[in-house]
């Protein structure tokens, strides 16, 4: 466990460094920086996301539980017995998502600093 956590006190610092550096770079520099911060920050929600499912667990699951008592303490139960098989579920999907919102929005930025307009199906592909 000692390991997960020094990755957690390595990725969250190190994201938050590279966010604070991407406006200062310049437009050319900004994707790749903004795309490093991402992974940092991924590694390190990924990290702490035991922790984190943990404590949600309790909240949502008791939502759940009260919504549906037959499906939702069972729910909250898995969550908090075993936050680490839940994140172990939820890290990949993560991952997906931030890395597809980041790629997404570094061709739009970099779009927007060049003055390029895409409509139709180009605006769909880089």
Sequence with gaps: MALR???ARAGMPSGGVLLWLVPQVTSKNAPPTALGATMALCVGASALGPVAVRGMGWLLGALAARLDPGAGMPARSSLVAQPRRAMAV???VMLTVALACTFLF???TSDAVAGVTRTG???WAA
Aim: hydrophobic share 40%.
């Design 121 to 123: 199906p180009s605006a």
């Design 90 to 92: 939820a890290s990949p």
């Design 106 to 108: 570094a061709v739009a």
């Design 5 to 7: 956590n020094g990755d």
